[in-house]
Structure formats: structure tokens, C-alpha cells
């Protein structure tokens, strides 16, 4: 054992001294009679990186906030939270929002309003579509602020292992391509994917409904042709795109925005291995869908303007 | 089961020659050898080398004579610079398949055999996970030749373990290995002065330590590990991070549509990009190492330490060279050696025995004094006092502290404090 007795080189020694001096068993047979608990084995914090092992970088993700969230959040879209206290303190949780807006600001909107806001300032990750790993400029940007390609493997680590939050859309592009006139109507949520890596988890769903970004970016019409020639997954008519080019994707109309945080749906207590059960998952896919779909229409019915 | 009787195939090899060398050195070994086509690059004190191509016949005679009991193959090339595709294929595929004939058999000893392959098997896709974990395969057909030479010779071994189910079989995926003495096609594209990258891009990297290669095939002689287990070291890296440890410039200058398009231009360039790193530099790939970890080994570095060991050796690279080739093999040296009368070899090991107790016994000798009153601080509180204390003042506190109490959390505390002191020296 000479090769591996050496100083254990994961020094984030504060916050868990436990998981430096990991019992080693003296053979393998007794591995494989009690599996171990893998979370244990997760690699260290180096204290001297600005990057995790997502991609994510602390340097761009706050460059990024202060060049433009901030000011978005604060001035321009000048975004209510209401219901904040249904984001958990601790362990895991899967964001689960209504999705919209050409180039969607939703997310960047609530990640910074858990990160500032929340008591205990959660960084969240947020799940985005194969398509961008892909894609030059979106592939090297999105980890950097947090994205994280949406595969169920990702998921499961991100919310069972690392018990983080997670934020996710499952209408996907279907809600980011729909046209104006099918405002605050949401589309199918998926397979149900979401349900299933929340309940794999244990994690509760947390809902969240999303006011204003549909007015931010109203879409018209959508160009199949700019869509072929760029190879993105779509390409609207927007007030300001294509005209203006890949700037409109700063373009926004100052839309108030409201984000409610909707009491969680907890997935710990539906039996053993709920997952297996398709319709269940169907179910619950299905109640989650519809209670941001009336909570939407509840605050857009009440709202005063779409501008205050 | 204990390996006694070792057979190492690919001893030429940088983790082979290591693994060879550490594994002599334990009296409980009776017997090392080791089979390869050329000769070992490093001194071997009692493994025996017996030059041989990856015939089955030839294999199995040796395999059979020996009676061995344990057969670590090493052999397989992940790197397409080092040979040409077909001797490539020939080596992974072939080769494995005669090193798994010889180890398999009614009336075989083999009783455990470790493969060491590659992470190139999950290859790199768009729709990849971050972190593949072991029960993962590859989501669409492998494209390069040496991809699909690994998942040919994996399926080749997954067969052997069914057709032996009494048999251990470890199967090892190791990260791309960086290192003074692994020469790969990263190695040689991070030492360019100006790194160029597809624009665009910044693809996440995972690496081992030559060191760690050496230690996980160990570890697996050692111990009982059934199955597949992926190798790579802790932290996942991203290519601008890799560059900037490394002091090189990024140069996004690969194309990013139709960068195949491009491979005849960057070979006009001389640049020594592969066309099989391609899906590599775009996508990357993370592996999920905890599997191995739970089975008790420790990594000695992380990817960024083992990245700031390349850079080492890359800055020493020009005033070293030359001087690197201290050992070689010499048939006849090595068998006088072994064989003449006139070599004394039973005070070896005894010699050896004596100097691994020599290791620990002067730190039990000159045991310092401990702080007064050390022992009436409980564990928190020694924690806290750490600080303020220098190197030395560690060192023997660590000693006294592994001498009596033994507080896990307390050493590893100290442990922490040490290497931490050791990086800002170097």
C-alpha cells in the first residue's frame, strides 16, 4: 500500500474533517457485502480554483452578475419575489419554472434572486439543453455561469450527492418559441424526466411561476430560413431580432417581473422506488404543470400593468 | 486472495516498470515477470523480463510454468502517436484477447487478472454526462480507430470474467496520464508555447498522475476489486484553467464548424493535433472516480496538482535534457545479476526489511516533547492552535499526536497544514 498511503491531497479540512480519514477496508470482500455510501467520496474543495468541477467559474459568474444581472434585476426589470421562504435552507431541491421570453431571462433572474435574497444566499444551477454544449461561445459561457447540460445522470449527482439546487423548465424550447399571442399558456412539461430525478433524489419540487418575461421579448413569428442558415434551435421575430443581430440578446422590453416561489411538493413520501411508476410520475409532472398554470393566470389577471 | 506469482504484460512502460518495482519489493511477492517487446526503462532488482510479442502460445507456456496467480496487463495503447492504428489494433484488440487465452483454462493458477483501459471507451459526445460512473456506455458508436479497439477489448475481457466467474477481473479506466515520463499526444500539445484551442469552446479535462497510474495498478494487485473502476484523479479542470497553471497562451484558432475540414491545414502547421483529440478538445469528459476511492485509495495529486507537476517538468524539460536515459536494460548484466553465485542475494531482503522498519524508527527515537498541558486539550482545541505553529513544530506534533492519541481529525488537520506549507514553499 506504499502507492496510496500518502498525504490525502484534499485539504478543505474546516468544513469536513470526517472525510479526510475515510475507513479503508482491509479487503475486498467486505466492499462488496455493505456498498458504500458514495457521497463520501466526493472530491474536495480546492480552495486555490476559481472553477468547480462543473465549469462553473467564480470570476465569470461575477462578472457577469455585475456587468448585467444586477442591473437588469435591480433597474430594468426591477423583479418582485414573493413566497421565498418555500426554497429550502439546506439539502436538495428542484426549481421547476414556467419558461419564456426569445432569449429566456427567467433563469438569470431567479438564480439571482435565491442567490441575494435567499437567508442563505444558494447558488443554483440551472439545466440547459444539450444543444449548447455544441454550440461555439454558448458552450464555453453557460457552464461558466452555472448551466449545466440537462442529463439525468447531472441531475441525480447535482441534487442527491452535492444537495444543491436546481432549476429547470421543462417545457424546454417549446416555451421559449411559442408566439405572443400564446402568452402564460404552458406547454407540455416533458416526459416527466424532472419528476423522476426529484423523486430518485429524494428532493422536494419546488414550483415557481414567472411573471413579465413573457412581455420582455415578445416573439411574432419564427424564420425558418435565419434558423437554418445559424444552426441555432430556433430563431424568432422579436421587436429586436434579427435585426440588430446577436445584440437583441441583451434587447429586453422593461417588463415588471414578479417570481412567486410556490410551497414543495415533497417526493420523499411516495413510496418505495415511485420512479417505476409511470403514472405517478404522469400525475405528478401533470399537478406541478397546473398549479404554476393557475397561479399564473391568478397574477396576471390581478396585475395592474405589464409595465409597473 | 493474496497475489503471490505476478505477471506484468507492457513492463516497458512507464507504470509497468513502477508497478514491477513496487511490487518486488514486498517479500510476500515470490515472484514478478514480466513480458514485453522491448526492454524495461527502469532498474529492476529481482522481476524477471522475458521478451516476448503478445503470442498466446508463448504467454501461456510462461503463464503455466511460473504457476501465476495474478496477470496485470498494461499493454493497451490509448494514444494514436505512439503507433500506428493498425499496430495499434493489433496490440489492443489481438494482444488482449492471446493475454486472456493464456490466463484462462481449466487448469489455469490465474486466479486474478487486472486490465488496464482507458476512458477513451465513453468517448466524447455532445449528450455526454459531466461525470461518467462505471455502469455507463458509450451513447453512439465509437468513431475513432483506437476507441473502438478499447470497447472491442473490453468486450473481450467483460467475456473472460463471464466465461470465469472465479476469476477476479478488474477492469482499470484510466484518465489521460500526464507526467515526466509519459509521452502522449497531451503531452505534447500542452507543451506547445501557444496552446491553440477551437474557438468557441472550453472543454472540461480530467487527468492521473503517472505516479497514480502506478499506484491504482497496485492497489488493484492488492486488493480484490471485481468489476470496472474508472481512474482519474479528483477535479475537473477546464482547458483555459489547464493553460493558465501551465503559463501557456490560448490560442482559439481552431475552427469551430468543420474543424475536420481543417485537420489537413493543421497538419501542414505541424501542430500536433490528432484527429482523434478533436471530440476531446470540444467536449471533454469528467469521470466519476468515486467508485475506486471507496475501495480505500488515496490519489497523491489532484488534476490541478498534477497539472503544476507538468508545468515542473516542463520548465526543467530544457536543462534536463539529455540527462534523463540513467538506465538501461542489458540482457547480460541483468542475468549475472540474477543467476551467478557470486551475487549475494539473500541479504537482500533481509537489508530491505531492515531499512522499511529504519523509516519509522527514528521518529519513534527523537519523539519531542509536546506544548505543555497538550494532552488536555481535546481535539477542537488542538485544532485551533494549529496556526501558529511552523513546519517543524508540526512535524513533531504529528509524531506525538500518531504516537498516542491518534486523532484522525487532529492528523489529518495537520496533514493539511503540512501540504499547504509544502505548496507555498515550492
Given at each position: 500500500m506504499a502507492e496510496s498511503t500518502g498525504r490525502t491531497p484534499l485539504r478543505d479540512i474546516a468544513a469536513t474533517p470526517d472525510a479526510l480519514v475515510p475507513t479503508a477496508p482491509p479487503s475486498g470482500q467486505e466492499l462488496t457485502a455493505a456498498e458504500p455510501d458514495l457521497r463520501d467520496f466526493l472530491p474536495g474543495i480546492e480552495p486555490e480554483r476559481q472553477v468547480d468541477d462543473w465549469g462553473r467559474s467564480e470570476r465569470v459568474a461575477g462578472l457577469f452578475d455585475k456587468a448585467l444581472v444586477d442591473f437588469y434585476y435591480h433597474l430594468w426589470f426591477r423583479c418582485t419575489i414573493e413566497g421565498l421562504e418555500n426554497v429550502p435552507s439546506d439539502g436538495p431541491g428542484l426549481l421547476v419554472s414556467n419558461h419564456s421570453g426569445a432569449l429566456p431571462p427567467d433563469a438569470m433572474m431567479i438564480m439571482k434572486a435565491i442567490k441575494d435574497e435567499h437567508p442563505r444566499e444558494r447558488d443554483v444551477r440551472v439545466l440547459v439543453e444539450h444543444f449548447f454544449k455544441g454550440y461555439p461561445g454558448f458552450s464555453m459561457l453557460l457552464p461558466k455561469i452555472g448551466g449545466v447540460a440537462a442529463h439525468p445522470a447531472n441531475v441525480h449527482r447535482m441534487l442527491y450527492d452535492e444537495e444543491r439546487l436546481v432549476l429547470v423548465?421543462?417545457?424546454?424550447a417549446k416555451g421559449t418559441e411559442k408566439l405572443f399571442k400564446d402568452r402564460y399558456r404552458l406547454r407540455r412539461f416533458g416526459r416527466g424526466g424532472f419528476v423522476e430525478a426529484a423523486m430518485r433524489a429524494k428532493a422536494p419540487i419546488i414550483p415557481i411561476a414567472v411573471m413579465g418575461a413573457e412581455e420582455s421579448q415578445p416573439v411574432f413569428a419564427q424564420l425558418g430560413l435565419v434558423k437554418k442558415l445559424t444552426g441555432l434551435i430556433y430563431t424568432p421575430l422579436t421587436p429586436t431580432f434579427p435585426h440588430f443581430g446577436p445584440l437583441a440578446a441583451l434587447m429586453y422590453l422593461p417588463a415588471k417581473f414578479t417570481i412567486r416561489f410556490l410551497p414543495p411538493v415533497r417526493t420523499d413520501d411516495m413510496g418505495d422506488e415511485p420512479w417505476e411508476d409511470k403514472g405517478l410520475v404522469q400525475t405528478v409532472s401533470h399537478d406541478i404543470r397546473a398549479t404554476i398554470q393557475e397561479e399564473l393566470f391568478d397574477m396576471v389577471g390581478k396585475r395592474k400593468s405589464v409595465w409597473f | 486472495m493474496t497475489s503471490k506469482r505476478i505477471l506484468i504484460t507492457g513492463l516497458s512502460t512507464y507504470w509497468g516498470g513502477r508497478l514491477a518495482q513496487a511490487l518486488e519489493q514486498d517479500p510476500a511477492v515470490e515472484t514478478v515477470i514480466g513480458v514485453d517487446k522491448r526492454p524495461p526503462k527502469v532498474a529492476l532488482e529481482r522481476t524477471e523480463f522475458v521478451r516476448v510479442e503478445d503470442h498466446h502460445s508463448l504467454i501461456r507456456r510462461i503463464v503455466q510454468a511460473a504457476e501465476i496467480d495474478t496477470v496485470v496487463d498494461t499493454r493497451l495503447v490509448a494514444d494514436s502517436i505512439v503507433t500506428s492504428p493498425k499496430l495499434a489494433h493489433e496490440n489492443n484488440v489481438i494482444g488482449t484477447m492471446n493475454v486472456l487465452a493464456a490466463c484462462g483454462g481449466p487448469d489455469s493458477f490465474v486466479k486474478k487478472v487486472v486490465f488496464k483501459s482507458t476512458s477513451r471507451y465513453y468517448g466524447c459526445e455532445q449528450d455526454d454526462p459531466s461525470f461518467f460512473t462505471e455502469a455507463m456506455r458509450r451513447p453512439?458508436?465509437?468513431?475513432?480507430m483506437i476507441e473502438r479497439d478499447a470497447v472491442e477489448a473490453e468486450s473481450a475481457v467483460r467475456d473472460f470474467s463471464e466465461r470465469n466467474p472465479e476469476t477476479i477481473v478488474t477492469t482499470l479506466r484510466f484518465a489521460n496520464g500526464l507526467g515526466p515520463a509519459v509521452r502522449t499526444s497531451y503531452t505534447r500539445y500542452l507543451g506547445l508555447p501557444v496552446v491553440p484551442t477551437i474557438l468557441g469552446f472550453d472543454p472540461r479535462f480530467q487527468f492521473i498522475h503517472e505516479d497514480d497510474i502506478a499506484g491504482v495498478l497496485e492497489h488493484a494487485v492488492r486488493h480484490d476489486l471485481d468489476g470496472v473502476y474508472n481512474a482519474a484523479a479528483d477535479g475537473v479542470l477546464v482547458m483555459s484553467e489547464v493553460l493558465d497553471l501551465l503559463g501557456k497562451l490560448n490560442a482559439p484558432v481552431l475552427p469551430p464548424f468543420a474543424t475536420g475540414m481543417a485537420m489537413p491545414l493543421i497538419k501542414r502547421a505541424g501542430?500536433?493535433?490528432?484527429?482523434?483529440?478533436l471530440d476531446h478538445l470540444r467536449f471533454g469528459r469528467g469521470l466519476d472516480n468515486r467508485k475506486l476511492k471507496a475501495t480505500g485509495y488515496r490519489y497523491r495529486y489532484t488534476t490541478r496538482e498534477t497539472v503544476l507537476k507538468l508545468r515542473e517538468h516542463q520548465r526543467l524539460a530544457s536543462l534536463t535534457r539529455g540527462a534523463g536515459e540513467s538506465y538501461r536494460y542489458e540482457q547480460e548484466v541483468e542475468e549475472f545479476l540474477r543467476?551467478?553465485?557470486?551475487?549475494?542475494?539473500?541479504?537482500r531482503p533481509e537489508k530491505r526489511a531492515n531499512l522499511a522498519a529504519g523509516e519509522r524508527a527514528p521518529e519513534a527515537k527523537e519523539a519531542p516533547a509536546p506544548p505543555a498541558g497538550y494532552a488536555d486539550l481535546d481535539a477542537k482545541e488542538v485544532i485551533a492552535l494549529l496556526a501558529s505553529l511552523d513546519g517543524e513544530a508540526l512535524d513533531a506534533l504529528r509524531t506525538h499526536e500518531a504516537n498516542h492519541a491518534g486523532r484522525k481529525t487532529v492528523l489529518a488537520a495537520i496533514d493539511g497544514l503540512l501540504t499547504r506549507a509544502v505548496d507555498t514553499v515550492s
Open positions: 423548465f421543462p417545457e424546454g | 453512439r458508436a465509437a468513431r475513432s501542430l500536433p493535433i490528432a484527429a482523434d483529440m543467476r551467478s553465485p557470486s551475487v549475494r542475494r539473500l541479504a
